[in-house]
């Protein structure tokens, strides 16, 4: 499986973004995918996990705020980032996963990941 992940930039605090991430190779092997980001200085933290049958969870620092979805024939994730913050940047990367699992939060329970996209919120 290769992830490719794109729509990074600069914007605004209090603007919008969507990030896109495109699936190819053996999609039908993915379960689980989720959006991490990774500022500098800091850990790998998850942002958004969407499940096969398009179960989320979020990031408390993001609930309201980022709308992850995905679009199975398409084989592409999407977080939708609204009213973002100067804390918000970052690199983010999309990820994917083989299996279930309730540990979905940890970097280590994915099998793929995409290069990373940088988002930078700044006036």
């Known amino acids: 499986v290769q992830l490719q992940a794109f729509g990074g930039g600069l914007v605004q605090p209090g603007g919008s973004l969507r990030l896109s991430c495109a699936a190819s190779?053996?999609?039908?092997?993915?379960?689980?995918m989720g959006w991490y980001r990774q500022a500098p200085g800091k850990q790998r933290e998850l942002v958004a996990h969407?499940?096969?049958?398009?179960?989320?969870n979020y990031a408390d620092s993001v609930k309201g705020r980022f709308t992850i979805s995905r679009d199975n024939a398409k084989n592409t994730v999407y977080l939708e980032m609204n009213k973002v913050k100067p804390e918000d940047t970052a690199v983010y990367y999309c990820?994917?996963?083989?299996?279930?699992?309730?540990?979905?939060?940890?970097?280590?329970?994915?099998?793929?990941w995409g290069k990373g996209t940088l988002v930078t919120v700044s006036s």
């Open positions: 990820a994917a996963a083989t299996y279930d699992s309730s540990r979905y939060y940890r970097p280590e329970e994915y099998d793929y």
């Open positions: 969407i499940t096969r049958i398009g179960s989320t």
């Open positions: 190779g053996s999609i039908s092997s993915i379960n689980r």
